[in-house]
């Protein structure tokens, strides 16, 4: 891994988490004025598309030290992140409920796979140092699977939440025509 390229990277993940966290204020202000059912939250759609670029800041590094050396690496990183696009597709199915075009957020369901999710960045991160340091190729292709498998399911989270944003009718013009009274031809000439 180049030590060189650490402080730019700093930079760039830590404008990253400033840009969520101003964009998690945002969602907040959002939901205490919105009716929502219980575990729903409304989410900037913004903050949907950092979340791979966080993953790929932190886990990127560690996966190419791995996969440039080792075909068998590049293998389990495969096989990981083709369970990464299957986990990443279930999740976005059960975490997005709908779209709010008009402001450009999404309104998700949360789940205890979120967290859990974000626990395996923070330990893969965290172990990197001693895998690096280990012998045992088993325990190196295991991590690298897992790591590959992380990176894949944030990218594909991001990639199907978005189609559904961009697939969704408005919601503004879906509530309206729910909420509206109907008007009487005379009301409305055509």
């Known amino acids: 891994m180049q030590q060189s390229s650490s402080p730019l990277i700093a930079v760039i993940l830590i404008g990253a988490l400033v840009a969520i966290s101003i964009l998690v204020r945002r969602g907040r202000l959002q939901s205490r004025s919105s ?37 068998t690496h590049l293998f389990v990183a495969i096989v990981g992140g083709a369970i990464g696009i299957a986990i990443g597709y279930a999740r976005a199915r059960v975490m997005f409920v709908r779209a709010i075009k008009k402001t450009k957020s999404i309104v998700l369901r949360r789940s205890g796979l979120e967290y859990g999710l974000v626990l395996i960045l923070v330990i893969l991160r965290s172990a990197q140092g001693s895998v690096e340091r280990s012998s045992s190729a088993t325990a190196q292709s295991l991590v690298t699977g897992l790591a590959g498998l992380a990176l894949v399911e944030a990218v594909a989270r991001s990639g199907f939440i978005v189609k559904r944003y961009l697939d969704s009718p408005a919601t503004s013009a879906a509530l309206s025509a729910k909420t509206d009274p109907p008007t009487s031809s005379f009301e409305n000439p055509q």
């Not at 791979?52 to 932190?58: F, K, M, Q």
Request: net charge positive; aromatic share 8%; charged share 15%.
């Open 35 to 71: 009716n929502l059912a219980a575990r729903e939250r409304i989410r900037p759609l913004a903050i949907t598309l950092l979340d791979p670029v966080i993953s790929v800041i932190i886990i990127g590094p560690f996966m190419w030290h791995f996969i440039s050396h080792s075909t």
